[in-house]
């Protein structure tokens, strides 16, 4: 699979990598067994690069990913982030002692002395701002407890503030069909600093898989039923922010836009893959057939002009108002 420097870390990645929200919590239950066939068919199939979070499960997927490595004994980069276990979830509660301990607790679940990668998880927007945090996060790279750290965002400002950091590695930020903002500044600004971009949420939670109608529910344990209106956390994290219709509607068209010789899933990830400054998406899966549909769009040829114009058409007259002026 095509590898894409990760930032300034020295680290070549996947430009398909495996997010591993889904391997904790939030997503429906899954066993040990399971995980640990997606995680294994995942790597088999080129994936070097694995995101997680402490928080996934209360470390439940930070801890199968131990396990998995441990077992096959490959070191792929694996990103983890840190901050959402915060109580009370508050920039003050950023302190060095929590962000020491918070990133303890990740090395000890993931069974390493070095973490790759830690991330900022979304924090309150205080948080970008608050150099504390990156004086922290510095005195952690020196004592060689993390390699390196980014942030993980939820609009392109609180990107954009990071990026003024000059420690920040990476940003992580929703990118796919259904959410283009970022690329009007985040992803320039962001590539001029030499930092990489992790693309999340780029199936808008299974909406661009092309496999859900107006009729599709989802259980009672899964964001996308008890998140849907912003209950838990940021509602742009549960289908992008669209409306649940909307998205349907919409991504019948993105279908009709790929055709009928590729999957809605893998065209829509090529799109993320190809934008100017992407380092590499990182799209969820709960099963090894999703797993290995999402690798097979790193093999896909770019886009044509006429399909991307189609799914700009698609994005301005259906999703725009939902999201652009929002995150």
């Known amino acids: 699979?095509?590898?894409?420097?990760?930032?300034?870390?020295?680290?070549?990645?996947?430009?398909?990598?495996?997010?591993?929200?889904?391997?904790?919590?939030?997503?429906g239950e899954v066993s040990d067994e399971a995980a640990a066939e997606l995680l294994d068919a995942a790597l088999d199939a080129g994936v070097t690069l694995l995101d997680t979070a402490d928080v996934y499960g209360d470390g439940v997927s930070?801890?199968?990913?131990?396990?998995?490595?441990?077992?096959r004994g490959d070191r792929p980069f694996?990103?983890?982030?840190?901050?959402?276990?915060?109580?009370?979830?508050?920039?003050?509660?950023?302190?060095?002692?929590?962000?020491?301990?918070?990133?303890?607790?990740?090395?000890?679940?993931?069974?390493?002395?070095?973490?790759?990668?830690?991330?900022?998880?979304?924090?309150?927007?205080?948080?970008?701002?608050?150099?504390?945090?990156?004086?922290?996060?510095?005195?952690?790279?020196?004592?060689?407890?993390?390699?390196?750290?980014?942030?993980?965002?939820?609009?392109?400002?609180?990107?954009?503030?990071?990026?003024?950091?000059?420690?920040?590695?990476s940003i992580q930020v929703i990118l796919n069909v259904f959410r283009?903002?970022?690329?009007?500044?985040?992803?320039?600004?962001?590539?001029?600093?030499?930092?990489?971009?992790l693309a999340r949420v780029p199936l808008a939670s299974g909406l661009l898989s092309g496999k859900y109608d107006e009729s599709t529910t989802f259980g009672a344990d899964d964001h996308r039923t008890y998140n849907r209106n912003g209950e838990a956390f940021d509602v742009g994290e549960t289908f992008s922010g669209v409306p649940f219709e909307v998205g349907v509607a919409a991504a019948r068209e993105v279908a009709e836009i790929a055709g009928p010789?590729?999957?809605t899933a893998a065209f829509s990830l090529r799109w993320v893959i190809d934008q100017p400054g992407v380092t590499a998406v990182i799209p969820g899966a709960r099963t090894v057939?999703?797993?290995?549909?999402?690798?097979?769009?790193?093999?896909?040829?770019?886009?044509?002009?006429?399909?991307?114009?189609?799914?700009?058409r698609v994005y301005d007259e259906r999703i725009r108002a939902h999201v652009h002026d929002r995150w």
């Open 1 to 27: 699979m095509e590898t894409r420097p990760l930032g300034r870390t020295g680290a070549d990645v996947s430009v398909v990598g495996l997010g591993t929200w889904q391997l904790g919590a939030d997503w």
């Open 62 to 71: 930070e801890q199968r990913i131990r396990r998995c490595l441990a077992a």
């Open 78 to 169: 694996v990103a983890t982030k840190a901050g959402r276990r915060a109580d009370p979830f508050e920039a003050a509660t950023y302190t060095p002692e929590n962000l020491r301990a918070w990133v303890d607790r990740s090395r000890q679940n993931l069974g390493v002395d070095t973490l790759d990668l830690v991330q900022l998880h979304c924090p309150p927007p205080a948080v970008y701002s608050d150099q504390r945090v990156y004086d922290t996060l510095d005195a952690l790279v020196a004592e060689e407890a993390i390699a390196g750290y980014g942030v993980s965002v939820e609009t392109v400002a609180e990107g954009l503030t990071a990026l003024q950091h000059p420690g920040v590695q």
């Open 180 to 197: 283009r903002k970022p690329l009007e500044e985040l992803l320039p600004a962001a590539a001029a600093a030499q930092v990489g971009i």
């Open 261 to 263: 010789d590729l999957s």
């Open 289 to 312: 057939q999703q797993a290995l549909g999402n690798v097979s769009a790193a093999g896909l040829p770019a886009l044509t002009a006429a399909q991307l114009a189609d799914l700009e």
